[in-house]
């Protein structure tokens, strides 16, 4: 498996961390595997595995799986094996860890947003902290739908299939007066 393994890291576009996350996991829970080859390795094997990282963490055992399922999809696609033994076997279900902007790092954040040379970008962080609006209803957000005189924002439709007017802060108008309009954007 060592060897398929040296091809997917090799040949794949990979972070410089994720390198070295796939060594660590080769390294703790796969070592085993190192020189046994693809056909050899089986369903229950992967369960074996999977159920020894989970003493890691949920994170940890999920990563495990994905490699593994990565690597033998390499071994497909080489033709070493017919199908991969990893599917199938589902990976945990994780919680989504909330994370927020501190006060101490709003300042760099906003300095960030700033020199972002994207002005969609720019405008779709603005509009979204200024008023807290979802993204879909900031994404489909149309310049007939604005009245900055009036200081509002009308969203037509929402989630719930309501419309919605929503106030703008002075901030966030000045800002939008400076967004590079023109008659093809929206």
Not at 3 to 9: A, N, P
Not at 19 to 37: A, P, Q, R, S
Request: aromatic letters at 10%; zero cysteines; charged letters at 30%.
């Amino acid at each position: 498996m060592k060897e398929v393994y040296d091809l997917y890291i090799n040949h794949q576009k990979l972070k410089d961390s994720s390198k070295i996350l796939y060594k660590g996991i080769m390294n703790n829970y796969l070592k085993n595997l190192h020189y046994i080859h693809v056909s050899n390795i089986r369903k229950e094997d992967i369960y074996k595995i999977f159920n020894n990282a989970n003493k890691g963490g949920k994170y940890s055992a999920n990563k495990t799986l994905k490699l593994i399922k990565a690597i033998l999809n390499i071994a497909v696609e080489l033709e070493l094996i017919e199908k991969n033994p990893a599917n199938g076997i589902k990976i945990h279900k994780m919680q989504a860890r909330d994370r927020y902007i501190t006060l101490e790092e709003m300042p760099r954040f906003l300095a960030a947003v700033e020199e972002d040379k994207n002005p969609y970008l720019k405008y779709f962080v603005y509009i979204s902290l200024y008023t807290a609006a979802r993204r879909n209803n900031v994404l489909s957000m149309r310049w007939e739908n604005i009245k900055l005189e009036e200081g509002v924002w009308y969203i037509p439709e929402t989630k719930n299939r309501e419309s919605q007017t929503v106030p703008l802060i002075n901030l966030l108008i000045e800002k939008l007066k400076q967004y590079p309009y023109s008659s093809e954007s929206e």
